[in-house]
């Protein structure tokens, strides 16, 4: 079947059979290796991605139900060489170990900065509920996640780059 | 790990699916949000010739009051009962019971009434749905049936619903005089399914209990309705002992097995101690309703 989706704003399309998972869609015909396959079982978040803004397990959704969505993956997150809000919040609290978690991480991270800008670390903690950390980073995780909030609160007042004001922070 | 070969169609119509499972459906399988299908068909458990995505159907998701009940059409996610206004205000249970569904990013594609059509004796909304005495609104070509949720789990991963049939809306009748709700679980991590479970749900009149549900989850072959202790309830005043006697009555109607979860005689407990919490809760929540 002809899939054609939005991927990290550019249209892209393949020819797929019914039973390919979105996650295998990314990685092996497109090339977009960000994604990561964990459980495989939809247990571990690893394969999050987002499907029009919401997070979802790419493992657990077929290409041909992705057809027309327009899709973000880690690959998307960053603007050109200016990493985003949540990716620079992870480079400055540390929030990763090993790395296999952290695209679905900051995925899920970002779709929850967008729609509540200041959340309270038990909404943070609840959000990446679904996604497992092997390494039990979490403490740097959400402390990562909680960085990623103040630097975009701090570009909305001040409107300077997002890395900047993290930096100028004080950390 | 991905699954066998199937044919799959995403209708544009309701009217287009149930043409298609009319000629088809012993061979189909319905998906809405794919979340207990889709890991169904990579194990392999499942193995269709066809997939009916309804996914794309138009106008069938969102909750309304019409004619003495409340409505939810059948692709409403989980995410959106958790997030629902209305229900938060109409019926708070289904909103407390959404947040213990899987986990944040399976409630944003998993669907209310692919969730009950999956009859999964372990699912959680099986339960909430035999405490409010819920109505499944199910089409087939040309007809169209309406289900209780009580007769409607006949077995694990079984129900009562044709294969040429459709699931199109939920019904749950409005709350009449005070209300109060429940859902309680036991869960060892996020996204693992229930140790047990229990939805109760109490209506309060005249003093008196004037209607009590109590849904029983992943203590036996489906979701359970714990009628003796039901019956117990109804028509009586709310006392301490009455809702011990209640409880162990719910427990008795629980046949849980040995499992890694526990052992039956435990999940048994669970259920007596969640039960007899769950009602006083209920009944804390009913009497601060404003009727």
Same mark, same amino acid.
């Given at each position: 079947?002809?899939?054609?989706?939005?991927?990290?704003?550019?249209?892209?399309?393949?020819?797929?059979?019914?039973?390919?998972?979105?996650?295998?869609?990314?990685?092996?015909?497109?090339?977009?290796?960000?994604?990561?396959?964990?459980?495989?079982?939809?247990?571990?978040?690893?394969?999050?991605?987002?499907?029009?803004?919401?997070?979802?397990?790419?493992?657990?959704?077929?290409?041909?139900?992705?057809?027309?969505? #327009?899709?973000?993956?880690?690959?998307?997150?960053?603007?050109?060489?200016?990493? #985003?809000?949540?990716?620079?919040?992870?480079?400055?609290?540390?929030?990763?170990?090993?790395?296999?978690?952290?695209?679905?991480?900051?995925?899920?991270?970002?779709?929850?900065?967008?729609?509540?800008?200041?959340? #309270?670390?038990?909404?943070?903690?609840?959000?990446? #509920?679904?996604?497992?950390?092997?390494?039990?980073?979490?403490?740097?995780?959400?402390?990562?996640?909680?960085?990623?909030?103040?630097?975009?609160?701090?570009?909305?007042?001040?409107?300077?780059?997002?890395?900047?004001?993290?930096?100028?922070?004080?950390? | 790990?991905?699954?066998?070969?199937?044919?799959?169609?995403?209708?544009?119509?309701?009217?287009?699916?149930?043409?298609?499972?009319?000629?088809?459906?012993?061979?189909?399988?319905?998906?809405?949000?794919?979340?207990?299908?889709?890991?169904?068909?990579?194990?392999?458990?499942?193995?269709?010739?066809?997939?009916?995505?309804?996914?794309?159907?138009?106008?069938?998701?969102?909750?309304?009051?019409?004619?003495?009940?409340?409505?939810?059409?059948?692709?409403?996610?989980?995410?959106?009962?958790?997030?629902?206004?209305?229900?938060?205000?109409?019926?708070?249970?289904?909103?407390?019971?959404?947040?213990?569904?899987?986990?944040?990013?399976?409630?944003?594609?998993?669907?209310?009434?692919?969730?009950?059509?999956?009859?999964?004796?372990?699912?959680?909304?099986?339960?909430?749905?035999?405490?409010?005495?819920?109505?499944?609104?199910?089409?087939?070509?040309?007809?169209?049936?309406?289900?209780?949720?009580?007769?409607?789990?006949?077995?694990?991963?079984?129900?009562?619903?044709?294969?040429?049939?459709?699931?199109?809306?939920?019904?749950?009748?409005?709350?009449?005089?005070?209300?109060?709700?429940?859902?309680?679980?036991?869960?060892?991590?996020?996204?693992?399914?229930?140790?047990?479970?229990?939805?109760?749900?109490?209506?309060?009149?005249?003093?008196?209990?004037?209607?009590?549900?109590?849904?029983?989850?992943?203590?036996?072959?489906?979701?359970?309705?714990?009628?003796?202790?039901?019956?117990?309830?109804?028509?009586?005043?709310?006392?301490?002992?009455?809702?011990?006697?209640?409880?162990?009555?719910?427990?008795?109607?629980?046949?849980?097995?040995?499992?890694?979860?526990?052992?039956?005689?435990?999940?048994?407990?669970?259920?007596?101690?969640?039960?007899?919490?769950?009602?006083?809760?209920?009944?804390?929540?009913?009497?601060?309703?404003?009727?």
């Amino acid at each position: 079947m002809k899939v054609s989706m939005k991927i990290n704003g550019a249209e892209r399309g393949g020819d797929v059979e019914p039973r390919v998972l979105l996650v295998d869609f990314l990685r092996t015909n497109l090339r977009l290796t960000g994604t990561h396959i964990g459980c495989d079982t939809t247990s571990c978040g690893a394969c999050t991605v987002l499907i029009d803004g919401e997070p979802v397990k790419s493992c657990t959704v077929l290409a041909v139900q992705a057809d027309g969505r #327009s899709i973000t993956t880690v690959e998307g997150l960053a603007a050109g060489a200016a990493l #985003s809000a949540v990716q620079d919040g992870f480079h400055q609290e540390h929030g990763l170990q090993c790395g296999f978690c952290t695209p679905g991480m900051m995925l899920v991270a970002t779709a929850l900065l967008e729609g509540n800008p200041n959340p #309270s670390e038990e909404q943070i903690r609840w959000a990446i #509920s679904g996604n497992i950390c092997r390494c039990t980073g979490y403490m740097n995780i959400v402390k990562a996640i909680q960085h990623a909030a103040k630097a975009k609160a701090a570009v909305q007042a001040s409107g300077t780059p997002a890395a900047a004001a993290a930096t100028a922070g004080g950390e | 790990m991905f699954p066998a070969a199937f044919d799959y169609r995403a209708p544009s119509t309701l009217g287009e699916a149930l043409s298609i499972l009319k000629q088809r459906g012993d061979d189909a399988k319905v998906m809405a949000g794919g979340q207990s299908l889709i890991p169904l068909l990579k194990l392999r458990f499942a193995r269709p010739e066809l997939v009916v995505d309804i996914g794309r159907l138009p106008a069938m998701s969102g909750v309304k009051k019409d004619n003495g009940h409340i409505a939810i059409g059948a692709l409403t996610r989980h995410v959106d009962v958790e997030r629902s206004k209305e229900l938060e205000s109409w019926m708070p249970i289904m909103v407390e019971a959404a947040h213990w569904i899987a986990d944040p990013l399976v409630r944003n594609r998993g669907t209310l009434a692919g969730s009950i059509c999956h009859a999964d004796p372990q699912g959680d909304w099986g339960s909430v749905m035999l405490a409010l005495g819920a109505q499944l609104v199910a089409h087939s070509e040309g007809a169209e049936r309406v289900l209780a949720a009580d007769g409607f789990f006949t077995g694990p991963f079984t129900t009562a619903l044709r294969p040429d049939e459709v699931v199109t809306e939920i019904r749950i009748p409005a709350p009449k005089g005070k209300a109060g709700g429940a859902y309680l679980k036991l869960e060892r991590k996020v996204g693992d399914f229930a140790t047990a479970a229990t939805a109760v749900y109490l209506e309060l009149g005249g003093g008196k209990i004037s209607r009590a549900g109590i849904g029983l989850t992943a203590v036996g072959a489906t979701n359970i309705k714990a009628t003796a202790a039901e019956k117990a309830l109804t028509g009586q005043e709310p006392t301490d002992e009455l809702i011990a006697e209640a409880a162990r009555l719910a427990a008795d109607a629980a046949e849980p097995k040995d499992d890694i979860r526990g052992s039956a005689a435990y999940k048994k407990d669970v259920i007596r101690v969640f039960v007899q919490r769950g009602l006083r809760t209920a009944l804390g929540r009913a009497k601060e309703m404003k009727a």
